[in-house]
């Protein structure tokens, strides 16, 4: 018996609109350098450990990308960049990148992983990770999703209904069902319950398993992914072509509730999660002065409490507030944007403004 080769796929393909205008066409939110001079793209290389070596890593990204992917993480070899030449939703991250790696190894078993979040501590993320590996090279069936144990009653997140053990495994339980994001009241219910956790949106699987139920659900997307791992030269005749679907409404959903030939199974992830979506979570993450500012960059305040206050525009410029409670202040080379900060979920909705008004330049 030959142990199957372990490879990983960082899924990097989000524009990060809601960190707008540190993020842009050009500089996507897993390049920015924020959390101690680190990309999350370099943070979620570096939390795979040893599980993975870097010559099996891979990286799905925007192809206008790929050249700042290349310069964040060395270590990896050049063809192990997949550049999307544009975003056809998560299924075809995930479905090419398993066509790539089957080719190079068929046996080959591929954890998918994310690049928008802060994971810790990150020992209990790796040791979740080697679990969901074991059970995915024990069981050929087993498509594994990892499961954050719910620490509130989040709204923003879809969740697990998990079923009984997994024998075997102390931390692994089938997957009765997928949920969307709840509201309030019925989110309240599934942590109450105990029954439930939320979705990472990483996932665990043999290649192989995988491209059997992308055969069965999505045969068209299947042959055009197998077609372009063996003629990697198609890419932008063939790619845009995808089926435009999520991972979950693709595979994971059907799969859970009896379509395609495997079954789902989560392992436990308990550990402190944070989706670094934009700037409120931002703020959790950085250094705070004493009156409660999250700062980057040079800034002055006076009276000035509870800020999320960033300053990328080089050594010259400085930002000053006076009489300011809970604001961002994001100022660029060329841009400076001011919200409250229990406006800032709505940052998407100045781009597309923005976007209207002042002309792409400027997003």
């Given at each position: 018996y030959r142990h199957p080769m372990r490879f990983a796929v960082i899924m990097a393909g989000g524009s990060g609109t809601r960190l707008w205008?540190?993020?842009?066409?050009?500089?996507?939110?897993?390049?920015?350098?924020?959390?101690?001079?680190?990309?999350?793209?370099?943070?979620?290389?570096?939390?795979?450990?040893?599980?993975?070596?870097?010559?099996?890593?891979?990286?799905?990204?925007?192809?206008?990308?790929?050249?700042?992917?290349?310069?964040?993480?060395?270590?990896?070899p050049a063809e192990n960049i997949l550049g999307e030449p544009e975003g056809r939703d998560s299924l075809n991250a995930v479905a090419w990148?398993?066509?790539?790696?089957?080719?190079?190894?068929?046996?080959?078993?591929?954890?998918?992983?994310?690049?928008?979040?802060?994971?810790?501590?990150?020992?209990?993320?790796?040791?979740?990770?080697?679990?969901?590996?074991?059970?995915?090279?024990?069981?050929?069936?087993?498509?594994?999703?990892?499961?954050?144990?719910?620490?509130?009653?989040?709204?923003?997140?879809?969740?697990?209904?998990?079923?009984?053990?997994?024998?075997?495994?102390?931390?692994?339980?089938?997957?009765?069902?997928?949920?969307?994001?709840?509201?309030?009241?019925?989110a309240s219910e599934y942590l109450a319950s105990g029954e439930y956790w939320w979705n990472a949106g990483m996932f665990v699987w043999r290649a192989s398993t995988f491209l059997e139920q992308l055969a069965a659900l999505h045969p068209a997307t299947h042959d055009s992914v197998l077609e372009l791992a063996a003629h990697p030269e198609r890419l932008a005749e063939i790619f845009p072509t995808l089926h435009k679907t999520s991972v979950d409404y693709g595979i994971m959903e059907p799969?859970?509730?009896?379509?395609?030939?495997?079954?789902?199974?989560?392992?436990?992830?308990?550990?402190?999660?944070?989706?670094?979506?934009?700037?409120?979570?931002?703020?959790?993450?950085?250094?705070?002065?004493?009156?409660?500012?999250?700062?980057?960059?040079?800034?002055?305040?006076?009276?000035?409490?509870?800020?999320?206050?960033?300053?990328?525009?080089?050594?010259?410029?400085?930002?000053?507030?006076l009489g300011c409670s809970g604001m961002v202040v994001v100022t660029t080379p060329t841009i400076t944007m001011v919200t409250p900060v229990d406006a800032a979920e709505r940052v998407r909705e100045l781009v597309a403004l923005v976007r209207a008004e002042a002309g792409d330049r400027y997003v």
């Open positions: 205008p540190l993020s842009r066409k050009g500089t996507p939110k897993q390049l920015l350098r924020l959390i101690e001079g680190k990309s999350l793209l370099r943070i979620a290389f570096e939390r795979l450990g040893d599980l993975v070596p870097p010559e099996r890593v891979l990286v799905c990204t925007g192809a206008a990308y790929a050249g700042e992917v290349a310069a964040e993480l060395p270590e990896l990148p398993a066509a790539v790696i089957a080719e190079r190894d068929p046996d080959a078993v591929i954890a998918q992983v994310t690049a928008d979040q802060l994971i810790e501590p990150v020992a209990v993320f790796t040791t979740t990770l080697a679990e969901a590996f074991e059970v995915a090279e024990t069981d050929d069936k087993a498509l594994v999703t990892l499961g954050v144990v719910p620490t509130t009653a989040h709204t923003g997140y879809g969740y697990l209904h998990r079923g009984e053990a997994v024998p075997g495994f102390e931390h692994t339980h089938r997957v009765l069902e997928f949920r969307e994001k709840p509201d309030l009241v019925t799969v859970s509730a009896g379509a395609g030939t495997a079954h789902v199974v989560a392992v436990a992830l308990p550990v402190q999660w944070r989706d670094v979506g934009g700037y409120a979570t931002l703020a959790e993450i950085l250094a705070h002065d004493a009156a409660g500012n999250a700062l980057i960059g040079t800034s002055v305040q006076l009276d000035s409490a509870d800020n999320v206050i960033i300053n990328t525009a080089g050594d010259d410029r400085l930002i000053g507030l």
